[in-house]
């Protein structure tokens, strides 16, 4: 009995050490240390995610258990950190569209490293966003940010968003609730006029000048190539491309065939299984990609990789025409009004989006819009 009665003693305070395990996002100075923040042993993705934002490194925390916000427990919501990246400040994969997610999981401090290093990234955070997946938490986490701020300034470009200019910390806040994020920037080396992301649209602090922010935001852009020769590529209504059927066509037909100019073939090998899991022809110049499955034999047996999709990421480089009616430059209304609604995946978020996802079978294509929200690029998986 006296070992139980130890035991309930013990319990309020084995629970409070746990509590202080946690760690408090609404404390962060958004400038701490990636392995300061996160759980090797936890399940979590480093990469770039453009609809998140694109133009910086991402780490998604999958299960925000070890996190609170001002005391709020963030157990089943997403956690994002923020990291500068100098590769990613390009515009290379807003060509791509908003929805190119390209990332990998780690698994200890050394594998952390090296992705930094491959993308010339820091080794520290600069901001962070929380999902809220619940009605009940998006109104707390708003209590939360009025109690210590006051009261938010609208986002003329969403419902319901507000932001907060918070000098005194070197913060921006972003109450995005239509877009299920709170998101939390340290402003100290961003634009001081100046901010955009897809959830958020364009916001003006004062003063700010839209194309030298973008012109920033694309600092490591690399010039554009003077376009000689254009690849001429016709795209039927069932979304195949110069007569190759995706889902059919062989690599072997691909590499004899007249269009094969130009492309260097790679492959894509799975790390943990050293198996090739995609082989790929890329036209780099003309921002061209033609994707295949790797089928048996490792992907060495051309005859049985077939065309899984392609991707091409700025018409400007090649001579493009379509069979239903979308066309290069169409604008982003105009390209809506083509297809019926049920056959677009994002119906419910066009408004705010920067690409239209169409149904194709079991998969899908991505019609990718550019900063004017002209047609530019079509991905296809």
Known sequence: MKKLILLFALLPVLLSCKDRDKIDLSQLHLNESIESLIDFGELKTIGVETVEYPFCLMIEINDGANYTFDGLDLTGQKVFFQIDSELLKTDSLTKQGGGHIDVRSFKDKNELAEILKNYQAANTIYGMRIEMKTEELKKQILAKLESRYGKGTKNPNTDNGLYWNVAKEQKYIFFAPDYDRL???????????????????????GGCDQEAYTKELLKNTSPEKEVTEKPVVKIDKDWNLNQLVVGKTTEQEFASAAMNKNFERTVVIDGSTASTTEVSYDNKDKNFFLYFSAGQGNGENSQNNLLSGYSLQDFKQVDISFDNGLRPGISFKEAVKLFNKNDIINFNDLKFSNYIEVKRGNGKVTLNFDEDYLFSGIYIK
């Open 183 to 205: 998101i939390v920037l340290n402003s100290t080396d961003l634009s001081k006029t100046c901010y955009w992301d897809i959830m958020n649209g364009t916001i003006d602090f």
